[in-house]
């Protein structure tokens, strides 16, 4: 692997396998993704697989679960905060206490398609429109 992507799945919080982050969708990190896409698989996230992520694999320093303390104090509850990082009024680059990936586990019956592949190709990796359906059956 090149110094370029190792150095850009690590500002991306992507150093190891089965690993999620969210970022703001911005032209920059649309960028760095488009430049690792033979590694990675993206989409637009939606508030409910955010709560979700953030409900069964956020973690706080010491890799306890998040609860509704460690949030801000202007969001209410997980509800909020994964709308407000679903539009992006807030990233997780801002919260210092919540750990900024989610450890996930392999696929529940496997992925389905290729792993080596492009989207467009019959696999997973780049923009991938079903990537919300793999990321729920890894929760």
Known sequence: MPSWATATLTYLNLNKKFRAT????????????????????????????????????????????????????????????????SENRVSMSDIHNIKPWFALNPPRGGFKRKTKNQYNEGGILGEDKELVDIVRRML
């Open 22 to 85: 969210l970022i703001p969708e911005s032209p920059q990190s649309l960028g760095m993704l488009r430049k690792v896409k033979e590694l990675v698989a993206w989409t637009s996230a939606d508030p409910s697989i955010v709560k979700e992520l953030l409900e069964k694999k956020g973690r706080k320093a010491g890799f306890e679960p998040v609860s509704d303390s460690d949030l801000p104090k202007e969001y209410d509850g997980i509800d909020a905060f994964a709308a407000a990082i």
